[in-house]
Each structure stands twice: as structure tokens, then as C-alpha cells.
């Protein structure tokens, strides 16, 4: 069992930048790869970004890439997103979640626990 809870969402203007995190309790968490989501209004969640159990591997939605950067602290139990040159585009609910295996990617499905939800709204 893995809980996760988000922090960090603000409201920011056109190219800000925020951090998220997201503190997981549980010990599954330093075996399983973690992902950002969002969900942005009358839109479908989509995928951000995913980093392996090590953290040696990254992935990236293209819409993010060169901007956000994902990494995790496995002696803390937490995995953040900084992200920079924000958007308003970006603006959404970002959710982190826990993997079923040490490498996930964008697949939503492969993913078994979720966190609540944090608010990024960037201003134009």
C-alpha cells in the first residue's frame, strides 16, 4: 500500500516556474516508478512525466520536455516536478501516482495508487 499526498500547486504568472512534490509513505515506494499527471479543465488527464525506481530513467510528455524535470529522493519518500517556463497551457490539477513495476511509462493503467491533487494555475 503506498499513500501519496501533493504539495506545491500556486497560481503563477507566464513563464514562472513551481515545485511540486509528492511525500508517499509506505515502503513499496523506493520499488516502484513514480509519474506526474494532470487533468486540466474539460480536458482528459494526460500523462507528464515518469521516473524509474533508481531513477535512472526519465520520461517525458513532449509538451513538457526541455521544461519540466522530474526526480525523486528515495531516503525521503518523495518525488518532485520542477517545472519551469510555465504556460498557461499548463495550467491543470498535477497528480502524482505509483507505478506496479520498477519502469513505467505514460500508460495510466500501469499505474496502481494515486495522490489527490494539486492546483497549477499560470496567468497570462
Known amino acids: 500500500q503506498v499513500q501519496l499526498v501533493e504539495s506545491g500547486g500556486a497560481l503563477v504568472q507566464d513563464g514562472g516556474s513551481l515545485r511540486l512534490s509528492c511525500a508517499a509513505s509506505g515502503r513499496a515506494f523506493i520499488s516502484v516508478a513514480m509519474g506526474w499527471f494532470r487533468r486540466a479543465p474539460g480536458k482528459e488527464r494526460e500523462f507528464v512525466a515518469a521516473?524509474?525506481?533508481?531513477?535512472?530513467?526519465?520520461y517525458y510528455a513532449d509538451s513538457v520536455k526541455g521544461r519540466f524535470t522530474i526526480s525523486r529522493d528515495n531516503g525521503k519518500n518523495t518525488v518532485y516536478l520542477q517545472m519551469n517556463s510555465l504556460k498557461p497551457e499548463d495550467t491543470a490539477v498535477y497528480y502524482c501516482?505509483?507505478?506496479?513495476?520498477?519502469?513505467?511509462?505514460?500508460?495510466?493503467?500501469?499505474?496502481?495508487?494515486w495522490g489527490q491533487g494539486t492546483q497549477v494555475t499560470v496567468s497570462s
Open positions: 501516482a505509483a507505478g506496479r513495476s520498477a519502469v513505467e511509462g505514460q500508460d495510466a493503467s500501469r499505474y496502481n495508487y
Open positions: 521516473i524509474s525506481r533508481s531513477g535512472g530513467s526519465t
